[in-house]
């Protein structure tokens, strides 16, 4: 794709282009199949209200920290945008409040992680998260999205308790990225399948253009990949997922040999436990153990571990419901 600029040059004089200009100039170059036009996230953009019945709200999240460890590493922004949305048809009406505020942890910044962010020490010196202002947007939500939740939520959870007792869900894995054929599901690469761009790695702008994204519906070319309907969007079956319990399967006592199937499966390796492991909605739960019988154990008499979660759980980095169950 190419930028459109905003200039027109007339006999070597640059002219200023008006919007609607620009508009008409990038509708015009849209039509041509060798461009792709994107335009710039609007993030002061007005949304029509959610009208009808079952309205709740929900929150989007972003973080920035100083590392990768929730154990050693801490927060230094935190922002939030809490919209509304309809229980029923999953449309995103208005936006009605939002935080974006930094905090002083206390260590030195890694330079590798402002070289990601750009928030320096001097940024963070003396600053310290809104707790009033963040508890003033968390009320009502009934729902709270990161692109990344894993991530996510055992930082702020570490750092805000209240974090703790809601219901949250992961826009990176509670929607098929994949089998909407849109190639990645890195937050950059889906706007500007979407269509937009914006200036990243700062934790508000990063909520407002995922939120375009959810609201947005699905490029056709994705819908008629996974056989959606045509309209769906994205925060559509990011609900659908996360009303739904999922359940991780250890693999307990599987043998050496079978750790490749297992990897190709999209088991994953937990090394304190040395099992490896899989995730899967509970509707398939019985599908996957008996692809374990067959593939893993050999057809023979196992048991393995079976942990729930829902969406108050999942991501958390906290234990589930376990069972033992024989296969």
């Given amino acids: 794709c190419r930028r459109v600029p905003l ?3 007339d006999a070597g004089t640059e002219i200023a282009m008006t919007s609607p200009d620009a508009e008409a100039l990038a509708a015009r170059l849209a039509e041509h199949p060798d461009y792709r036009v994107l335009r710039r996230l609007d993030v002061a953009r007005e949304w029509p209200a959610v009208t009808g019945r079952g309205t709740a709200f929900a929150v989007v999240l972003d973080t920035e920290t100083t590392g990768m460890d929730p154990a050693t590493d801490k927060v230094i922004e935190l922002a ?27 260590m030195p910044i890694p330079p590798e992680s402002t070289a ?7 940024m963070v010196r003396g600053q310290r998260l809104d707790e009033a202002a963040i508890s003033r947007v968390l009320e009502g939500a009934g729902l709270v999205i990161a692109h990344n939740a894993g991530f996510d939520r055992p930082f702020v959870e570490a750092r805000l308790p209240a974090f703790r007792t809601l219901p949250w869900a992961c826009s990176l894995k509670d929607v098929p990225w994949d089998g909407l054929g849109l190639g ?8 500007y399948r979407y269509g937009f761009f914006f200036e990243g790695h700062r934790a508000e702008v990063d909520c407002r253009a995922l939120l375009e994204v959810l609201r947005s519906p699905i490029p056709e070319f994705a819908a008629q990949a996974a056989g959606t309907t045509s309209g769906t969007t994205a925060f559509r079956l990011l609900l659908d997922s996360a009303r739904e319990p999922s359940c991780r399967v250890w693999a307990t006592g599987s043998a050496f040999e079978t750790k490749d199937i297992l990897r190709a499966r999209g088991y994953r390796w937990e090394g304190d436990r040395r099992c490896w492991y899989g995730d899967v909605p509970r509707a398939r739960l019985d599908e996957e153990l008996a692809w374990l019988k067959k593939n893993v154990y050999g057809g023979r008499i ?11 759980t999942r991501y958390s980095g906290r234990n589930g419901n376990k069972e033992r169950v024989t296969v």
């Fill in 7 to 9: 200039v027109a040059s």
């Fill in 80 to 106: 939030l945008v809490k919209f509304e949305y309809s229980r029923e048809s999953g449309a995103i009406g208005r936006v009605f409040d939002a935080y974006d505020g930094l905090e002083d942890p206390g």
């Fill in 184 to 191: 990645s599901a890195k937050l950059d690469y889906l706007a």
């Fill in 302 to 312: 196992a048991s393995v571990e079976v942990e729930t979660f829902d969406a108050r």
């Fill in 116 to 122: 990601i962010h750009h928030i320096t020490d001097d």
